[in-house]
């Protein structure tokens, strides 16, 4: 896969810019500052329909306008006889709903271009996934999850509407010592809508992170000396809940379809059935009731899930070097390739590989196997401050960036 023209309108820095991109690597340079990763970026949110350096569109669109748009033509498949081609359209409007067109079809929603643009984008801000706080690990599995399966984008933005109207409705309640009969018949109705997007997001997330997993362990043992290993385990506030109470033993006996006599507790995995992961939201929820009216607050659900990164035997957050930090940061990122290489329903479409200023962080060996990945591609981005951060093997097309123009020497 890969982008063989860029337009840019009112994006960031960008009243308009125009980039003709191909097969291969493309080296945008240029000093700090300048708008390199604005252009990346923008590839990167028609992959995922959002930012990686902020969290709502406003700072996407420049000052002083009431819209951006993305343009881009992308062709996917090794066969130059054989390939597919497609034109994108995304308007971004902060105020509003964001709109797409494909080819030259009438606006459709803008989760319908999801799917047109696979990429895998590494940047300094991964080291957050690692050390930050859990709401970041979340959002970039979700993401990665976006690319795996489309349709979860409209879900996990069902499961936020619910979630924002469920809370409103536990907030007008706070501190009530008991509900009135509307409240509790519409907090139901709440329940229910909650627990079936959010059983399909956690469900989501299970596949994702089972389908990563072996990717994982491999990409990290190539970037270190093999003598520690990394695993990653998904921990459901769902499941908490339910095992604190104790709970989920009795929920297992009683409602799973799963043979459950043997076990000591509940579990949670790819397998697990989608009705089964509902009732025990629901049975969740029912239970941490009087706490979420005190605090007119959902207290358990996806949002508030928590995917542990370990190396060795002590969790990444608090206990890893600056250079293992960097190592499975690198390695996550590795691992949404491998496993987005492998994961291809309609075939020939490596993802996009998208570099920004990370060259400069790096040492030889880390480089060498991002260098190994990019052999995959079929087209690689790089963004530089200097074209020497970049490695001197990778022979590139050089695009230099200056202030708000794309292309000038």
């Known amino acids: 896969m890969f982008i063989t023209h860029l337009s840019l309108t009112d994006y960031r820095t960008y009243q308009q810019a125009d980039v003709e991109l191909g097969e291969g690597v493309f080296v945008l340079v240029g000093q700090n500052g300048v708008g390199k990763t604005n252009v990346v970026e923008s590839i990167n949110y028609l992959a995922h329909l959002s930012s990686h350096r902020v969290s709502n569109d406003a700072p996407l669109v420049r000052f002083g306008t009431e819209r951006a748009i993305i343009r881009a033509r992308v062709e996917r498949g090794k066969d130059p006889e054989t390939r597919q081609a497609a034109s994108v359209q995304l308007e971004i409007t902060p ?6 067109r494909i080819n030259r079809s009438n606006n459709v929603r803008a989760a319908d271009i999801l799917g047109i643009v696979r990429c895998v984008m590494f940047a300094p801000e991964d080291l957050e996934i690692v050390k930050g706080d859990p709401g970041v690990r979340r959002r970039f599995f979700d993401d990665f999850l976006v690319t795996l399966q489309p349709a979860q984008a409209s879900n996990r933005k069902d499961y936020e509407r619910v979630l924002k109207q469920r809370n409103a409705l536990l907030k007008s309640a706070k ?10 018949a519409t907090l139901e109705v709440w329940d229910q809508h909650l627990a079936q997007a959010g059983a399909r997001l956690l469900k989501g997330r299970l596949t994702a992170l089972s389908a990563m997993t072996p990717h994982l362990a491999a990409a990290y043992e190539g970037l270190t000396d093999g003598s ?11 499941l908490q809940e339910l095992e604190d109470d104790g709970a989920a033993l009795r929920f297992n006996a009683a409602e799973s379809s799963a043979e459950t006599e043997d076990r000591d507790e509940a579990t949670l995995t790819a397998e697990t059935p989608l009705e089964d992961i509902e009732k025990m939201f629901r049975a969740a ?3 941490r009731r009087k706490q979420e009216i005190d605090r ?3 207290l358990v659900g996806p949002h508030r899930d928590e995917i542990e990164l370990f190396i060795g035997d002590y969790p990444a957050k608090g206990f890893a070097s600056h250079g293992e930090t960097w190592s499975l940061a690198l ?3 590795l691992a949404s390739f491998e496993t987005l290489l492998v994961d291809d329903p309609r075939g020939g479409a490596a993802p996009i590989l998208i570099l920004d200023d990370v060259f400069a962080e790096l040492d030889s060996s880390r480089r060498t196997r991002l260098l190994a990945a990019m052999e995959r591609a079929d087209q690689v981005l790089i963004t530089a401050a200097v074209a020497h ?6 022979q590139g097309t050089i ?3 200056s202030s708000g123009v794309i292309g000038a020497a």
Request: aromatic residues 4%.
């Open 331 to 333: 390695a996550l990122r």
């Open 389 to 394: 951060d970049v490695p001197e093997e990778l």
């Open 175 to 184: 501190g009530s010592r008991k509900l009135s009969d509307a409240h509790e």
């Open 285 to 287: 929820l029912v239970q």
């Open 228 to 238: 520690k290993k990394v695993f990653a385990h998904y921990r459901s506030s769902i």
């Open 296 to 298: 007119g607050l959902t």
């Open 95 to 100: 105020k509003g709903a964001n709109r797409a």
């Open 399 to 401: 695009i230099p960036v």
